[in-house]
């Protein structure tokens, strides 16, 4: 890959089965590359309401499994689809609210997601203060989650690990989010 030059994004391979049934997106948004998902009239969201998770973000941290934006969220990340992950967060976060331990959480999931994007534009010590202010966050989640230290079903020390030797570049191992049935 050319440094300056965005390319697509591809799906990773070998990631877990889905959680939602909903649509994916036509494509991934890569900035520089393809329009705006939001604000171009091409964009893949062009015209859509913004997502209200008042209903989705109820009963947080403990329904989880029940919750289609978290999952949703997931889903996407699993598949590449960064922003759009960011997205399916975002509208939770705000509503569980940012300083909860759930709005903490997420927070630490979308600055995770949009590290993987700046790791994806070579924008190396961009993913790099990203990553390092998801791990902040999420080190009070590992704190407040218990002897396991699983938070909405995912076991963070070990995935944390996986997303901080992609984004370094230390390995090629894709830091799927795998979620308990």
């Known amino acids: 890959m050319v440094v300056g030059v965005p390319t697509p994004l591809d799906s990773p391979m070998n990631g877990p089965a889905r959680r939602t049934a909903l649509e ?33 973000a109820l009963g947080l941290p403990r ?13 996407l990340f699993n598949l590449a689809y960064f922003w759009e992950a960011h997205e399916a967060w975002e509208a939770a976060w705000h509503a569980v609210g940012h300083h909860s331990t759930v709005g903490q ?45 699983t938070y909405m079903g995912l076991e963070l020390p070990p995935w944390r690990e996986t997303a901080r030797q992609y984004v370094l570049r230390e390995a090629e191992q894709f830091p799927f989010i795998r979620l308990p049935d």
Do not use: M
């Open 63 to 75: 329904v989880w499994r029940l919750s289609e934006d978290y999952l949703y969220g997931v889903d």
């Open 105 to 149: 959480f997420l927070q630490g999931l979308i600055q995770t997601a949009a590290a993987l994007l700046k790791r994806h534009l070579q924008v190396d010590r961009g993913a790099l203060s990203l990553l390092n202010k998801a791990g902040r966050r999420l080190d009070s989640v590992q704190r407040s989650a218990g002897p396991r230290q």
């Open 24 to 56: 994916l997106p036509f494509y991934r948004h890569v900035p520089g590359l393809t329009p705006h998902p939001v604000k171009h009239p091409e964009g893949h969201s062009y015209g859509l309401t913004e997502p209200s998770s008042q209903a989705g």
